[in-house]
């Protein structure tokens, strides 16, 4: 595994991987607006911060096309905002007002844009992996060139549906790339004593899906391998999984003080940070200090601004309850 202050790489892309680091930042700078709103009494509900896992959601999703699908968690911020979803119109949707993502009504666990393929964050572990699969096999049906990306955590692969969605989707062999994201922890229980075996990648494998384990915090081998596999999915190749160890640096939600971790594991994993490593291995290849810097800023720049507006903008009125709700038909009180 590559960290901070190993040997240069050699042929570096640095401007493919300056705009990854461009997003990584934005994803860092957004999650921690997020939990000051939640401090300061502006989000209503629980925020499961992906400070740490940057390098998943960059890694993926910008090797997508703008067309391709997305299904994401609770833990979903990262992926939405990787996906080219609007940071102001998703921090309007934290603070519950209007010119959210979902009009103010879904929070952080319901956020969705369909306009950039992401099809919705889910406050179900594992729920989205069928959602994934169903709308891998309508593309499939219909003949379309688009692929689905599927971001599950490690906690998920214990549940139901991810058998049921992994065994679905090579059994009609559908356009979809599952992605392990193991942050080592199912909330605030370590997820190696909940897993027999060796876990997400053998268990595809088992189904006939090829599979690889990666460094989910080096976000050049992500880039890379995230960008081959994409493209063999799109091909036609079928299902594929990549099973990627990452860490997240705060508690399963952000008033989880992760008090059941060891502060050695929590140090240790402040030294394999994405952000820094990729930083590293960009100013290895040249990229000037002041440049970095200035990647960074722009990015507390532009979440400072995000927040400032969502604060400022009105809730939606009580008139608009009652919209987007789905009414087909007529309740029946009598079933028979």
């Not at 090797?63 to 609007?86: E, I, P, Q, Y």
């Not at 921090?91 to 666990?109: A, D, P, Q, V, Y």
């Amino acid at each position: 595994m590559t960290q901070a202050g190993d040997a240069p790489r050699r042929n570096l892309d640095v401007a493919r991987l300056s705009a990854h680091l461009a997003t990584m930042w934005r994803i860092r700078a957004f999650e921690e607006a997020a939990i000051r709103g939640l401090k300061d009494g502006l989000v209503l509900g629980a925020i499961h911060p992906s400070i740490g896992q940057e390098a998943v959601a960059t890694g993926v999703c910008l090797n997508l096309d703008r067309a391709d699908l997305l299904l994401s968690t609770h833990r979903g911020h990262g992926h939405t905002l990787a996906k080219g979803a609007d940071a102001g119109a998703m921090m309007r949707e934290l603070f519950g007002r209007e010119g959210g993502t979902c009009g103010g009504k879904g929070g952080s666990m319901h956020i969705a844009d369909f306009g950039v393929g992401m099809l919705g964050a889910n406050g179900v572990v594992g729920a989205n992996i069928p959602i994934a699969v169903g709308a891998a096999h309508a593309v499939k049906l219909r003949g379309g060139s688009e692929i689905v990306a599927c971001l599950f955590g490690d906690g998920a692969i214990n549940r139901g549906p991810f058998l049921e969605g992994l065994n679905w989707a090579k059994v009609f062999d559908l356009p979809v790339l599952f992605v392990c994201e193991d942050n080592t922890w199912s909330a605030t229980t370590r997820t190696a004593d909940l897993t027999a075996g060796e876990g997400a990648a053998a268990r595809a494998r088992s189904l006939g899906i090829p599979a690889q384990m990666l460094d989910g915090n080096d976000a050049i081998a992500l880039d890379e391998a995230a960008r081959a596999e994409i493209a063999t999915v799109r091909a036609g190749g079928g299902p594929r999984l990549l099973h990627v160890k990452t860490y997240r640096l705060t508690g399963h939600t952000a008033a989880d003080a992760a008090g059941y971790r060891d502060p050695a594991e929590v140090e240790a994993a402040h030294g394999r940070d994405p952000i820094a490593r990729l930083a590293a291995a960009l100013a290895q290849a040249g990229v000037p200090a002041e440049r970095l810097e200035a990647t960074r800023a722009d990015a507390y720049a532009e979440m400072e601004r995000v927040y400032d507006d969502a604060r400022a903008a009105p809730f939606p009125p009580a008139s608009g309850a009652y919209e987007d709700v789905q009414d087909i038909g007529h309740p029946r009180e009598r079933a028979f």
